[in-house]
């Protein structure tokens, strides 16, 4: 008797209160990702389909109109693009040369004393610092003072502000990607007689390159989506450069160019806030999926 | 042997520019890494010293008033502290559900690997969309969509003080809405980290003993796995509160306090936002003492997750 109410137990009962419960709980789950996934369809079909038909040549090309002066056509996002990419650039220029060289500090020269233990610890406080807060930063020191030839809002200042936002990660994953290269290659080399210097540059660096790399970029591309600080430090220009001393003034880019057009009345700015949107977005978008295919292939090839 | 055969072989002594070479080049990647640690420094101290003005006439009546007029240089941000306080805390505890309940979702055998991979690629992708873009939609989108069902809430519950306005637009609510589409991924990503890294000993032995999936779940993989969890949580505070963009677009700007959370209002960031451009005298050092208050706030939560990852972790 004691037997077979047993067996019955082991029976699957799919209306038995531990698996109705069971059922509960992985629908909840399920239904909490699509919902989690939801707004990245929602807001991606919305910026395809609303921006990618606002992009043409003209939109591409020319300088954006001054807001209400033509209620029809606004204008284009030109200058914006160029000036996203040179304030990335100069962001990138700044922060990749600190950012790889304290991440080799970090990875190969500190013994994990006290000052190293305060720069990981400074890396992460710096991550968490709002973004906001380097532009405001940024504006005391360079902007206020006109520390740059007198000039106040430039570029150069929204590139430095940006640099700090990408500053940590550029850190972080120098130091963590050559924290994984195998220890058996810096013995090797430093056994033939390389200085640690040869080791670093010949061996672990170039071992450690593609990992570095697709971590640049994901900081590049979360650095060059930023508009918090770029909005009193660069400002906005609505003019193309005429060369190479207007980095010391306003420069538009395409986030700021969103920021500030989709809050005018006007319908024809706001169409090109859109447009600005689908670019940003494209950009960003495919420099992620691409490092993150990089990195797969990359990981692969250690596995084998 | 050949005596210039025997040349390869010989230890050499290191040429003196070999060494100062070597030498200089760990000095240099000393120098780069001591930069982090300055500029951290310098961003205290220089929002420190220029808050200093407006610390010695405001004090604390700066963060109990909420009067902000530039004219008559009168300074309090309690409406932007209070603003800061609830879209965050609010975002977070829509957030937490949301985000675990995906991380668990995608980490347990529950659907075929490839989904599981691809709902993780798109939660980090929404991670990649620019928050201003974000804020684009949600003020032309977002914000006419769910106004209606606002203005229900208002209807049923308008006697509650959080729910006491009339939705017209732009307000804290569809602000904490945006938040929580921001700081779910971070918040995913690093739960799906932490439950990856539960051993697989532990959940063998929970269903040996014939626990069930989710009895297992919450007895043993999610205490082991909450350090994490906590930590990612905290992270996604630090990010909520410092978060502007989107917030500034969406949020109303209005200096005028009210406890309803249907009304407009304002954060400590998007006021910095606001006025930081255009801002002058004493209002710049006012708009300095906000956000020295705002970078207390992000690094009190910063240094508390570090610390809750570092001591929660459970040894197993």
Do not use: C, H
């Not at chain 1, 504006?139 to 929204?158: C, E, N, R």
């Not at chain 1, 990408?166 to 195998?182: A, G, N, Q, R």
């Amino acid at each position: 008797m004691t037997i077979s109410k047993l067996k019955a137990n082991l029976i699957y009962d799919p209306k038995s209160k531990r698996n109705l419960t069971e059922k509960l709980f992985t629908s909840i789950s399920a239904i909490f990702s699509i919902i989690a996934i939801l707004p990245l369809v929602l807001v991606l079909a919305y910026i395809l389909i609303k921006g990618g038909s606002q992009i043409s040549w003209e939109t591409l090309i020319l300088e954006p109109e001054p807001p209400g002066d033509d209620l029809l056509s606004a204008g284009g996002i030109g200058p914006a693009i160029i000036g996203t990419f040179i304030i990335s650039s100069i962001a990138s220029i700044i922060s990749i040369p600190i950012g790889v060289g304290g991440g080799i500090y970090l990875a190969e020269y500190a013994k994990g004393g006290p000052f190293s233990r305060f720069i990981r610890f400074g890396t992460n406080v710096l991550a968490g610092v709002p973004s906001i807060i380097a532009g405001v930063f940024i504006y005391a020191v360079i902007v206020a003072t006109k520390v740059l030839f007198g000039s106040m809002f430039s570029g150069i200042a929204g590139g430095m502000a940006l640099s700090i936002l990408m500053l940590p990660t550029v850190i972080k994953t120098t130091d963590e990607s050559l924290k994984l290269v195998s220890d058996d290659l810096r013995r090797g080399s430093l056994g033939i007689g390389a200085s640690m210097f040869t080791t670093v540059i010949r061996i672990t660096l170039p071992a450690a390159f593609r990992s570095i790399a697709t971590g640049i970029v994901l900081g590049l591309a979360r650095a060059a989506g930023e508009t918090a600080p770029l909005i009193f430090t660069a400002l906005f220009s609505r003019y193309y450069l005429t060369g190479f001393g207007d980095l010391f003034y306003e420069m538009g880019s395409l986030s700021v160019l969103i920021y500030n057009f989709a809050l005018e009345p006007y319908e024809a700015q706001n169409e090109l806030a859109w447009a600005a949107s689908f670019i940003l977005v494209v950009l960003l978008l495919s420099m992620n999926i691409l490092s993150k295919l990089v990195s797969d292939i990359a990981s692969g090839d250690s596995n084998k | 042997m050949a005596d210039d055969d025997k040349d390869k072989f010989l230890l050499k002594q290191r040429t003196v520019s070999e060494k100062f070479i070597d030498e200089g080049f760990k000095l240099f990647f000393l120098s780069m890494a001591s930069i982090v640690a300055i500029i951290v420094f310098a961003i205290f101290v220089v929002i420190f010293y220029q808050s200093l003005d407006s610390i010695d006439s405001y004090g604390m009546k700066f963060l109990t008033t909420s009067n902000w007029n530039p004219v008559t240089d009168e300074y309090g941000a309690f409406t932007a502290i209070y603003g800061t306080l609830v879209t965050s805390f609010a975002s977070l505890i829509i957030a937490v559900p949301l985000g675990v309940g995906t991380a668990i979702f995608i980490t347990e055998d529950i659907i075929p690997k490839k989904i599981r991979g691809l709902i993780g690629l798109m939660v980090e992708l929404l991670a990649a969309i620019p928050s201003v873009v974000l804020g684009l939609w949600a003020i032309f989108v977002m914000e006419p969509f769910i106004r209606p069902f606002l203005n229900l809430l208002y209807k049923m519950f308008g006697w509650i003080p959080f729910l006491s306005t009339q939705p017209i637009g732009p307000g804290i609510a569809p602000a904490i809405l945006i938040l929580v589409v921001m700081i779910l991924p971070i918040i995913t990503s690093i739960s799906r980290d932490s439950l990856k890294q539960v051993p697989a000993k532990l959940r063998e032995a929970a269903y040996g003993i014939g626990a069930t999936r989710w009895t297992a779940m919450f007895n043993v993989i999610l205490p082991a796995a909450i350090s994490g969890i906590t930590g990612g949580v905290l992270l996604g505070l630090g990010r909520a509160m410092g978060e502007t963009m989107a917030v500034t677009m969406i949020i109303g700007n209005t200096n005028t306090f009210s406890w309803s959370i249907l009304s407009p209002g304002y954060t400590i960031s998007a006021m910095l936002a606001n006025q930081f451009g255009e801002a002058d005298g004493s209002q710049v050092s006012s708009l300095m003492y906000a956000a020295f208050i705002l970078m207390l706030l992000t690094l009190v939560v910063n240094i508390f997750a570090q610390w809750v990852v570092k001591r929660l972790s459970l040894k197993y």
